[in-house]
């Protein structure tokens, strides 16, 4: 007996296979990896549905997609084929403010569990609570990536402001 | 109250604090612990900046869908699926293996071997058991998982003035083994294997039993690899090494351009010249 049928299944398809997307593409900044990463999350959902029901899937495929990134594409990155965010950001969505673009840019500088956490958080709106499920690590621990990882991108840009203000 | 705020946590009653979610005993708390550490409170509790989601579209939904996800019954279905990042892998790994055997592997580096049967032609539904002649001559020896290459010229038999047949795969076949946990073992095992027993010509003899997955999926990383690849869709080497190429893409194609063109146009010389070969015996 399976908890999510074929027609759940492809609505989580239309409804998170943008999300999940974007949170890989955001942390690993290659298209073809992170369309790797969606694929096996997804795959793994539909052969796990007979105990993944609707209401949990999403939650299944992040944390399918943060185990992968962090277990198997990241060993295997490579430094080519770095694309920008911008580059796919929807040209009729919001506009990039210059500061976002600055933060996604500096957002590849930061380790890769301090990135999913602060992606997870913003992007998602998860509670730390979720983010620990997701991630298998404490709420204290979350909160301490996330506080890191905003820190970095405050000094990050700081500094770019300390650059400007020294231009002449 | 005693909140046990310690070096490894501050950060997390920082984020707390920033929230507006501690409480004003908290607080002095954690400003006590903050001076005690020597640190700026002010720097620390400057307004963090918050990412914002970008609209981002995958555009290929369809291919995640369910309709796409089991693996096709009937051959001639060319619907694309879906494909796990570890049978990309093993793909990845049948690319190079083929690449390895067909087009770096030295010649002069293997043992002469003469043909001792008709090559048949590379069909997907070809299936190799104990009585398909083949290329390549039965082995005296059980195969050893990873046979040593220095081993070579005692453990090789030449063949003998009978037609012998033996399936390429069968020593893999004992082997349980599973992907990925054992891929680079196994892999090892088949790099091994095929430098060990075949030369470029053999190599397509290779090729039916890694296709006959209608009994069984092969269990070999190759086989894994090959079937993969292709979905039993194969019909040529050409082929196998295209739809090679193309999914070991990162792990292989960078690398090896050049060096898959020069396999895939040596590969072709050397069917031809094979069944010219064949074609001529024939006619004796």
């Known amino acids: 007996m399976y908890k999510m049928d074929r027609h759940q299944y492809n609505q989580c398809v239309e409804q998170y296979a943008d999300r999940l997307f974007r949170f890989a593409f955001s942390s690993l900044r290659n298209r073809q990896e992170a369309e790797d990463v969606v694929q096996e999350s997804f795959a793994r959902v539909w052969e796990k549905r007979q105990t993944v029901d609707f209401a949990k899937a999403k939650s299944y495929l992040f944390t399918i997609a943060h185990h992968t990134m962090i277990d198997e594409v990241r060993q295997k990155r490579q430094t080519s084929g770095i694309e920008e965010l911008a580059a796919l950001a929807d040209p009729k969505g919001i506009p990039y403010p210059d500061v976002n673009d600055i933060l996604h840019q500096a957002l590849s500088t930061l380790p890769e569990t301090q990135r999913n956490t602060l992606l997870l958080r913003d992007y998602e709106g998860y509670s730390y609570q979720e983010i620990g499920n997701i991630t298998g690590m404490s709420e204290a621990q979350v909160k301490v990536n996330i506080f890191r990882a905003r820190t970095a991108l405050k000094n990050k840009l700081k500094s770019i402001d300390n650059l400007i203000d020294i231009e002449p | ?284």
């Open chain 2, 1 to 284: 109250m005693n909140t046990n705020i310690n070096s490894d946590n501050y950060e997390a009653y920082l984020l707390d604090y920033m929230e507006g979610n501690l409480s004003p005993d908290e607080t002095k708390q954690l400003k006590a612990f903050v001076a005690t550490q020597g640190l700026d409170w002010e720097e620390l509790t400057e307004e963090l900046p918050h990412l914002k989601a970008p609209q981002i579209v995958f555009q290929d939904k369809d291919r995640l869908k369910s309709k796409s996800l089991s693996l096709p019954k009937d051959r001639s279905n060319n619907k694309p699926v879906l494909v796990p990042l570890y049978a990309k892998i093993a793909s990845a790994a049948a690319a190079a293996g083929l690449l390895l055997t067909i087009g770096l592997w030295p010649e002069k580096s293997m043992p002469e071997i003469n043909p001792v049967a008709e090559l048949k032609p590379i069909e997907a539904h070809l299936t190799v058991d104990e009585t398909t002649p083949c290329l390549v001559p039965r082995r005296t020896v059980q195969m050893a998982t990873t046979p040593s290459v220095q081993n070579e010229p005692k453990d090789y038999r030449a063949p003998q003035t009978e037609v012998e047949s033996v399936a390429i795969l069968s020593p893999l076949k004992s082997q349980s083994v599973s992907i990925p946990n054992d891929a680079d073992d196994l892999l090892v095992s088949d790099l091994t294997l095929l430098r060990y027993r075949m030369e470029t010509r053999q190599a397509f003899v290779y090729l039916p039993e890694a296709l006959s997955y209608e009994k069984e999926m092969p269990s070999s990383l190759i086989g894994k690899g090959i079937y993969w690849m292709t979905e039993g869709r194969l019909c040529t080497l050409g082929d196998l090494l295209n739809a090679g190429l193309h999914l070991a893409k990162q792990e292989v194609v960078r690398a090896t351009t050049d060096v898959a063109m020069t396999a895939y146009y040596r590969a072709e010389e050397q069917i031809e010249e094979t069944r010219e070969y064949w074609q001529e015996k024939y006619r004796e």
